[in-house]
């Protein structure tokens, strides 16, 4: 069976502060993907990154990393130097044949970042 | 980059009453769109499988004859809740595949429709 478990529910954080949003998955799948998303107030989802299963390679875009550990089944995401505009709902999901290609999504981590 | 376009983004309908929500791929053609349901602080669950020309294929659990969805074209599929009632009342969002099983293909998200049934 495939699983996203985002054990964090909510986040709270000062302006500036670094955060790390922890994502750990289950599947059989030799091939997959990784996805995190971003859904502020708004509602609509806004697509983060795909991370191939054959790349581990961490990633940095702007304020954003990703840290990809196939050995601990993780894909986590952090935030540096966080911004109120960061607040939102981050989903991290995945994606494989063992689940048709359907998109499986974690629980969500609430993230508030105060002024 | 592709867009999927969904409409409407928020309807309040009278319990009873049948709605139905749109979702175009703009700029790609989608054999396969998927629409998911989100309840209040909760995470996104697949309601459907919607391919193009053929059947829906519902997640279990979901009710097919109050979940109609049709997928008749390669860039429209739409979701109609009806007789809708207030336990109905949720986030619709809808994703379309924008390449080929199996490939580096992306999913694109719709905006999402916020549906209150009243």
């Known amino acids: 069976a495939q699983k996203v478990t985002q054990a964090q529910t909510e986040i709270s954080v000062v302006e500036k502060e670094d955060v790390t949003l922890d994502c750990v998955y289950e599947?059989?799948?030799?091939?997959?993907?990784l996805f995190w998303y971003k859904q502020p107030p708004s509602g609509e989802l806004v697509f983060l990154i795909r991370?191939?299963?054959?790349?581990?390679q961490n990633e940095i875009s702007g304020r954003y990393s990703w840290n990809f550990q196939k050995s601990t089944s993780s894909f986590n995401f952090t935030i540096t130097a966080s911004q109120v505009v960061d607040s939102a709902v981050y989903f991290c999901a995945l994606r494989g044949p063992a689940g048709g290609f359907k998109t499986i999504f974690g629980a969500g981590t609430r993230l508030f970042v105060k002024a | 980059g592709a867009v999927v376009s969904q409409h409407p983004s928020r309807v309040i309908c009278k319990s009873g009453t049948s709605v139905k929500i749109e979702c175009r791929s703009l700029d790609f053609q989608a054999t396969t769109m998927f629409w998911y349901r989100q309840f209040p602080k909760q995470s996104l669950m697949l309601m459907a499988t919607?391919?193009?020309?053929?059947?829906?294929?519902?997640e279990q659990g979901v009710e097919k004859d109050k979940f109609l969805i049709n997928h008749a074209s390669l860039t429209l599929s739409t979701l109609t809740v009806t007789s809708a009632h207030p336990e109905d009342s949720s986030f619709y969002i809808c994703?379309?595949?924008?390449?080929?099983?199996?490939?580096?293909?992306?999913?694109?998200f719709g905006s999402g429709t916020r549906l209150t049934v009243v």
């Open positions: 919607s391919n193009e020309g053929s059947k829906a294929t519902y």
């Open positions: 994703s379309a595949r924008d390449g080929a099983e199996g490939a580096n293909y992306g999913y694109t």
């Open positions: 991370r191939n299963s054959f790349d581990e």
């Open positions: 599947t059989r799948d030799t091939t997959y993907y």
